[in-house]
C-alpha cells in the first residue's frame, strides 16, 4: 500500500509541475492605428504586466514601420516612401536603412516571380485607387478607368528606375512620373522584421498579425505545440481550412473585401502588372512560408500568375506552400501543403 | 499479511474514479464552451454578446449609434450597418468561430468572436481570410 500511495504522490506532484508550466495565461491585444487595418498580438504569459510590456514593443516597433512604409501621409522627421515619390525625377532621398533593405527584397523578388508583383506599379495603382474610392462614394456614377489612362501609367513603372544608393542611404526615382506603392509587400516585411527583433529580445513565443498577415514566433506553449491559423472560405466565412504553424507566416491575398461595383459587376484592388486589370484567376491565395515578407509578396504575385505557372513556382521553392480558391470555388493545394492542415 | 486491504481497494478506485469524472467534466465542458462576441471601442471592450441564446435581435453600441450589429439564432454575428464609406466591415459578414474577427476602422469598432470562459489549446488562435 505504501508503494501505491508513494506511486499517487509522485504522480500528483508532476502532474502539478507540469501545471506550473502550462500555468500561462492567454493574452491578446488589437490595435487600430497600424497599415489602416487592424494589427493582433497574442501570447500565453505569466503576467498581464509581461504582456503588456512585450504588446507595447510590438505596437511601437510596427508603427514605426508604419511610418516609414506610408504612401499617404508625412510625419515629422520622417523621409517616408511618401518622400521618395514626392521627389520623383527630382533629387535623391536621404531615408533609414529599412526603406532600403525593402525596396531591395522587393526588387529581389520582383526578378524572381517574373515581374507579377511590382513595387513601381504607383502611377497604375494611383488611379485604380482614385476612380474606387469615386465609385464608392458615388455608386450610381461608378465607371472603370480607360484602358488608355492605365496604359499611359503603365509607362512610368519600371522598377530598375528605382536607384538605390547604399553608401549615402538614398533612394531616387529617376522618372518623375513614377510612384512607388508598397501595399503587396509592406505589411508582411514588417511583421516580419518585428518577429526577428522579438526573438532577439528573448521572445519565444507569440502570433503577429497585421490585417492577415500572421508570423508565429516559436511554438503555441514553447514546447512544439503548433499555433492553429484559420483560414476562411471567400464565399461564405466558413472554415475552409485550419493550419497548424510554429516559427512561420500564413498569408491570404484575396478580392472579397475592397472592391467597387460597376454596371453590376465587382473589380477589387489586386491589379495584374500584365493586364493592368484586375487579375482573375482566383478568389483567394494563401501563401505558408517562414518569412512572412516573402509570403505576403507571394500571396500577391501567385495570384496574379495563372495556376499551372503558379503551382509550378511554389514547388520550386523550397519551404513555402500554397493553397488556391479557384473562381468557381474549387481548392487546389501545392505538393506539401497538406502537411500544414490539421486533422482531427 | 495481504498486500491489499478492502479500504484500499475502495481509496484507490475513488481516486481514479474522481479523476475520470473531472476530466470528463472538463472535457465536456470547456470543449464546446459557448462562445461570446466582443465589441471594442477605441481598444476598449465596450459591449459582450452571448452568442448561445438562440435569438435574433440588432442593437448598437452607446459610443456610436451609427453602427447597428445583428445576432443570429444560428449563433452568428454581424455588422448589419454602419456610416462607414467603404463598407468592409459590412463585406465581412456573420462570424460565429473562435478566433474570427471584423472591423470598422472608420469608426474604430472591432467585433471579435472568444470563448465565453476558458480558451482550449485547440482552439483557432486567429482565423484570416
Known amino acids: 500500500m505504501k508503494k501505491i500511495i508513494s506511486l499517487l504522490l509522485a504522480l500528483s506532484f508532476s502532474l502539478t509541475l507540469s501545471g506550473c508550466r502550462q500555468g500561462k495565461k492567454r493574452y491578446e491585444a488589437q490595435f487600430l492605428q497600424l497599415f489602416d487595418t487592424v494589427t493582433t498580438v497574442v501570447a500565453y504569459m505569466d503576467s498581464k504586466d509581461g504582456f503588456t510590456e512585450f504588446s507595447s514593443m510590438i505596437r511601437d516597433t510596427l508603427n514605426t514601420y508604419h511610418q516609414l512604409y506610408d504612401i499617404y501621409h508625412d510625419y515629422d522627421g520622417v523621409q517616408n516612401i511618401k518622400t521618395i515619390n514626392d521627389n520623383a525625377g527630382k533629387r535623391p532621398v536621404k531615408v533609414d536603412n529599412r526603406i532600403i533593405e525593402l525596396l531591395k527584397f522587393s526588387k529581389r523578388t520582383y526578378a524572381e516571380t517574373g515581374g507579377r508583383c511590382n513595387i513601381a506599379l504607383g502611377a497604375v495603382l494611383k488611379i485604380w485607387h482614385d476612380y474606387r474610392e469615386a465609385g464608392i462614394d458615388n455608386p450610381e456614377s461608378a465607371v472603370l478607368p480607360e484602358m488608355d489612362e492605365l496604359k499611359e501609367a503603365a509607362r512610368h513603372t519600371d522598377i530598375d528606375k528605382i536607384i538605390i544608393d547604399e553608401e549615402n542611404s538614398t533612394v531616387f526615382l529617376s522618372d518623375p512620373k513614377m510612384s512607388l506603392d508598397v501595399g503587396a509587400v509592406a505589411k508582411g516585411y514588417a511583421v516580419e522584421q518585428t518577429a526577428r527583433l522579438a526573438q532577439e529580445k528573448g521572445y519565444d513565443s507569440a502570433l503577429i498579425s497585421v490585417g492577415g498577415n500572421v508570423r508565429a514566433i516559436g511554438s503555441k506553449d514553447g514546447k512544439g505545440k503548433p499555433w492553429n491559423i484559420g483560414v476562411q472560405n471567400p464565399d461564405d466565412n466558413s472554415e475552409l481550412l485550419m493550419t497548424e504553424i510554429s516559427g512561420r507566416s500564413v498569408v491570404t491575398s484575396g478580392i472579397y473585401q475592397r472592391y467597387y461595383t460597376v454596371n453590376g459587376r465587382e473589380y477589387h484592388h489586386i491589379i495584374d502588372p500584365q493586364t493592368l486589370m484586375p487579375s482573375e484567376y482566383y478568389k483567394a491565395v494563401t501563401i505558408i512560408c517562414p518569412d512572412s515578407g516573402m509570403a505576403d509578396y507571394l500571396s500577391t504575385a501567385v495570384f496574379n500568375m495563372p495556376y499551372e505557372e503558379g503551382l509550378a513556382y511554389i514547388n520550386s521553392l523550397s519551404g513555402v506552400e500554397a493553397v488556391w480558391v479557384m473562381r468557381d470555388g474549387e481548392v487546389r493545394y501545392s505538393d506539401n501543403f497538406k502537411q500544414y492542415v490539421k486533422s482531427d | ?129
Open chain 2, 1 to 129: 499479511m495481504r498486500f491489499f486491504k478492502r479500504t484500499d481497494i475502495i481509496i484507490v478506485s475513488s481516486i481514479l474514479l474522481i479523476s475520470l469524472a473531472i476530466w470528463v467534466f472538463y472535457g465536456l465542458f470547456y470543449a464546446d464552451t459557448p462562445v461570446m462576441a466582443e465589441i471594442y471601442y477605441e481598444s476598449r471592450l465596450v459591449e459582450r454578446v452571448d452568442l448561445g441564446k438562440n435569438e435574433d435581435r440588432v442593437f448598437t453600441i452607446p459610443q456610436n449609434e451609427h453602427v447597428v450589429f445583428r445576432v443570429f439564432r444560428d449563433g452568428s454575428i454581424c455588422f448589419e450597418e454602419s456610416d462607414c464609406r467603404d463598407r468592409i466591415c459590412i463585406r465581412s459578414g456573420k462570424l460565429k468561430t473562435v478566433g474570427q474577427s471584423a472591423a470598422c476602422l472608420p469608426n474604430k469598432i472591432i467585433l471579435k468572436i472568444v470563448r465565453k470562459d476558458r480558451y482550449s489549446k485547440d482552439d483557432p488562435d486567429i482565423i484570416i481570410g
